[in-house]
């Protein structure tokens, strides 16, 4: 059967939207199909397995964190860029690990104890260069001018788990300069 041009252009135009949704499905299908699920997120502890202090240190604390800081691995990829890594996440936010190891390493505050603000500046795995774990807080006693802290510790690898062993590491470090100061 022979066919007028117009004839087989009103065909295809009447037809090629159905056509079209069968190869976009099947080709979506085969996507689907061929790529494995999407990895769970990994949970760490980046908590040092810090001793109490002297009591003689014992303080109260407040602490604050800075409001892009959560659960997310900060990354920190270049000099002015830091990226959140959704699949590699704290088990708390930094502004409560900070919290919880400064509560462990100073212990409960003393009855008219001295209060020192503390805030989570940043809480990040450099991986720029040699991959680091780096902590600053900044940190004031009550009646004085904000002063800065700063640790941070060599990861043993890109690898998260190491990473979180630097900043356990990191942590401690900080504390202990805390520790002198408070």
Excluded: I, Y
């Excluded at 990994?42 to 009591?55: E, G, H, K, T, V």
């Amino acid at each position: 059967m022979n066919r007028s041009p117009s004839a087989c252009r009103s065909w295809l135009l009447r037809h090629a939207g159905g056509l079209a949704l069968g190869v976009s499905c099947a080709g979506l299908a085969g996507c689907l199909a061929t790529n494995p699920p999407a990895p769970a997120p990994r949970w760490f502890d980046p908590r040092p397995a810090a001793a109490a202090l002297s009591p003689a240190c014992r303080v109260a604390f407040r602490v604050t964190a800075a409001p892009h800081l959560g659960r997310e691995f900060a990354v920190r990829t270049g000099e002015r860029e830091l990226a959140f890594d959704g699949l590699h996440q704290w088990l708390d936010t930094p502004r409560d690990v900070v919290e919880q190891a400064v509560a462990r390493a100073f212990g409960p505050p003393e009855p008219g104890a001295p209060s020192v603000e503390l805030h989570v500046v940043a809480f990040e795995v450099d991986r720029t260069a040699t991959p680091r774990a780096r902590v600053r807080l900044l940190w004031r006693k009550a009646g004085e001018s904000v002063q800065e802290l700063r640790a941070e510790a060599a990861a043993a690898s890109l690898q998260p788990g190491d990473c979180a062993a630097a900043m356990a590491l990191a942590l401690a470090q900080l504390l202990g300069e805390l520790a002198k100061k408070v």
